[in-house]
């Protein structure tokens, strides 16, 4: 069974993972544009895959910024 760390914070995710000793790579997303600010310290899983070597695959993206914050 895989570990699901999909919508947790990639910190506490990446934790996860390595206590459980899954094998992973990360790739990051980016907005196209940047109408909405984003904070680049505050990474988010927003999708995972199991590739067939069993290796999971996660998409990393930064979370937006709360307008009041801006």
């Known amino acids: 069974m895989v570990l699901d760390v999909a919508a947790l914070p990639w910190k506490e995710a990446e934790a996860r993972l390595r206590e459980a000793?899954?094998?992973y790579t990360t790739e990051r997303t980016r907005p196209t544009r940047d109408f909405f600010p984003v904070d680049e310290d505050?990474?988010?899983?927003?999708?995972?895959r199991e590739g067939a070597d069993g290796k999971l695959l996660l998409t990393l993206a930064a979370k937006q910024i709360p307008m009041e914050e801006v």
């Open 21 to 23: 000793n899954v094998s």
């Open 42 to 48: 505050r990474l988010y899983v927003i999708r995972q």
